[in-house]
């Protein structure tokens, strides 16, 4: 029986670069998110691992405790070393919601509003005559979810 190949051997055989994007894109196993995967030293036992965590470990060292390995170029695939940095998770929220990658508005697979019926929902309200809690029944809202749409807390894509 041959000899398993080191998880460094299989890593730079497994992506290819996009010379149009530079990124290195992982071209095995990838996980539901795109991510690609690995698996780790010693078979079964050592698990699968993030191509992109196994790139910044090659490249750049050890992961500190807490922080996520982060794609500059929004490439889930892509282990360019380049391509990565070190942050929070609390970073990495806020790279989502900067770039527009967020589950806003009707992206969002639990809305119950579209992009139309928001506009109408605060103008009715505006004009007077109902209350927070009567559009919420009508829209299958609790009264607080109506309030955070009428005040512009939620659906802040949508004037």
Not at 28 to 46: D, L, V
Request: charged residues 25%; glycine residues 14%.
């Amino acid at each position: 029986m041959a000899e398993r190949k080191s998880l460094l051997e299989r890593w730079w055989t497994k992506w290819k670069r996009n010379h149009e994007t530079g990124c290195w894109e992982w071209t095995a196993s990838k996980n539901y998110f795109g991510y690609g995967r690995i698996g780790g030293e010693g078979g079964r036992k050592g698990g699968t691992l993030k191509a992109h965590r196994v790139a910044w470990q090659i490249f750049y060292g050890t992961i500190p405790a807490g922080l996520c390995v982060l794609h500059k170029c929004d490439v889930a695939s892509c282990v360019n070393p380049d391509h990565l940095w070190l942050g929070t998770k609390r970073d990495n929220t806020l790279d989502m919601i900067t770039k527009g990658r967020g589950l806003r508005g009707q992206k969002n697979g639990h809305a119950k509003l579209t992009p139309g019926l928001v506009p109408s929902l605060r103008q009715e309200y505006a004009r007077g005559g109902t209350t927070h809690q009567a559009l919420a029944d009508r829209s299958g809202l609790t009264r607080q979810g109506m309030t955070d749409v009428l005040s512009g807390r939620n659906w802040t894509h949508i004037e």
